[in-house]
């Protein structure tokens, strides 16, 4: 069985799964719980300064049969008081060594502040603070959360007042709430962090009740914009992931990077870890089925590493890394094409659709070897789906529509045209890449036919 124990900035846990600062990591009770559980660590819900939070708290985003496919919170920080979440982060780290216990804090944006609740939390035995730069709501009007995350000068000051007397590692979570990841990362690089964390929420109104008009979650008439979280934003998150791992500051410093943002299952927390994540954190999933995921998690991680003949968790860390491009290195002439399988195809005509409409108009429909048109054919004969392969531009729309698995794969091709990227091209024959007429001669002489 592989081994799924990680370091983490000096943080040590049996596995790479910490649930995420949010409701799941409230109280004592419920770490403990999922420590019973099996869970490798916990990010308790941020404390620090006072706040009150409002009723209902939560919307949900459902698509098609799937409940909860994202949520949506305007809840705040940990409203329990301060003294009590100290003493019960003291108590479970006492019970549970071997088990990563981080604390996540957010104070005003002051150094006294700031300085005051780093000893505290080192007084209760934690493992390491994690500083919350992310909430969307209510904090940021404050002057705390994202209000720190979107501005990268913030979150070097801030990160430095807190690593100027903290003996812990201290973790920076980044807010998505920005138009560039990179920035605020190496600002926590600047203010001396150990590691980083992400995603925190996503800016997001997840819905409007259409009887009465009222903003989801409804709060007496009123809503407000709050933090998106869960499957939904899975691809905003691998994506800020990977350019904060890949990032050559952030490599430099070597800060481990802790991914977040809509795992849910083992098949998620492989991606985050191939593409550079070295702890994982979950909170919607776990609010949606409960801290008992942990077992498909373990077993379904340990499973595919020992498929794959790999030892330990830690040698997949960042392993597609080096797969990720500008679009300008991608090559130009890698070609590929759609294939249907007749065997598996129910003749649906999705991809026929797909393709005439919203793609290039490389599928026709057959019916006895014959192509028809189908808003003229009124026969009753079987209507079959081909690709014609030299239309068909590789967009992979068919394959991504059709319903059936396996039943369109896209095939690579010969193209007949020599490897060149855009970045190649610009520097050999700019004038290609400047002017319609000579891209027009370029294409006739290589042979690219645009329809
Ligand atoms: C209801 C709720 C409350 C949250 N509270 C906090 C919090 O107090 N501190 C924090 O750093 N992140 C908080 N988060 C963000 C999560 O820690 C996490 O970054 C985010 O939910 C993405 O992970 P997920 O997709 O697994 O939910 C909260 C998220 C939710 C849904
Ligand atoms: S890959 Fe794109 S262009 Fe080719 S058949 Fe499918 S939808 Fe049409
Ligand atoms: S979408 Fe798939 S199943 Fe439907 S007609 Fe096309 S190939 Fe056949």
Known sequence: ???LSIDFAGVKSPNP??????????????????????WGGAVWKTIGAPVLNVSSRYGGFDFGDNRLVAINNIELISDRPLEVNLREIAEVKRLWPDRAVVVSAMVESKPEAWHDIV?????????AIELNYGCPHGMSERGMGSA???????????TSWVTEVSSLPVIVKLTPNVANIVPPARAA?????DAISLINTINSIVGVDLDNFQIQPNVGGKGSHGGYAGPAVKPIALNMLSAVASDEEVRRAGLPVSGMGGIQTWRDAAEFLLLGATSLQVCTAVMHYGFRIIEDLTDGLSNWLDEKGIARVTDVIGASIARISDFGDLDLAYKTVARIDPDLCISCNLCYIACDEGAHQSIDLLVDGVRVEPHEYNGNGHRRPVVAEDRCVGCNLCSLVCPVEECITMVEVPSGRESVTWKELSRRQPEVTEDWQAMQEYRNR?????H
């Open 148 to 158: 720190v995350g979107q501005v990268p000068e913030y979150c070097s000051m801030i």
């Open 119 to 127: 000893r505290r939390i080192e007084d209760t035995g934690a493992d």
């Open 17 to 38: 799964f910490w649930l995420a600062s949010a409701p799941p990591t409230n109280s004592a009770y419920q770490i403990n719980k999922a420590f019973e559980q099996g």
């Open 189 to 193: 690089v600047a203010g001396n962090a």
């Open 446 to 450: 290589v042979g690219i036919d645009i």
């Open 1 to 3: 069985m592989a081994d």
